[in-house]
């Protein structure tokens, strides 16, 4: 009876709560993804033939995630029609790895083999936006509860 009540009370407060925070803190969230993405960027890229400053490369994080963005939007309405939630979630790490190997290429100017540096900055700077979403979002979900 107890688990129930558990249970009950995180479906009707807890949930309701927590998206609507992460609606509200979603700008925070999407500027927090493009200066990861800028920092790995920085850190594997730079000093290299052309250094570029760090405005630059955030420039370039916030190309990324307004891709990102469009991108996994589309297929979120696509798979949520037609497959489960993970496809989805699967497939949006997929896209922000192919556009940061596609930047390390495209913008830095490099080849085949360091594009897989650039893989590496998408996926850290997911795994990172995932962790800054739970550090961020949940304090505040539990002082509003």
Do not use: H
């Not at 009950?8 to 500027?31: K, S």
């Not at 990102?68 to 949006?92: D, E, K, Q, R």
């Not at 922000?96 to 897989?116: E, H, I, K, P, S």
Request: with cysteine.
């Amino acid at each position: 009876a107890a688990l129930q009540e558990v249970q009950a009370d995180y479906q009707e407060r807890f949930v309701p709560t927590y998206l609507e925070t992460i609606q509200q803190l979603n700008a925070l969230f999407t500027l927090v993804l493009a200066a990861l993405i800028a920092a790995w960027y920085k850190l594997f890229f730079s000093g290299r033939d052309r250094t570029f400053t760090f405005a630059e490369t955030l420039v370039l994080g916030c190309y990324i995630v307004g891709a990102y963005s469009l991108v996994s939007s589309l297929s979120a309405i696509l798979v949520t029609v037609a497959a489960p939630l993970w496809v989805g979630s699967a497939a949006a790490v997929v896209v922000m790895v192919a556009l940061t190997t596609q930047a390390a290429r495209g913008f830095y100017g490099r080849g085949a083999g360091n594009a897989a540096l650039g893989a590496l900055v998408g996926v850290l700077s997911f795994v990172a936006y995932l962790v800054a979403i739970v550090v961020l979002a949940l304090p505040v979900v539990l002082f509003r509860m």
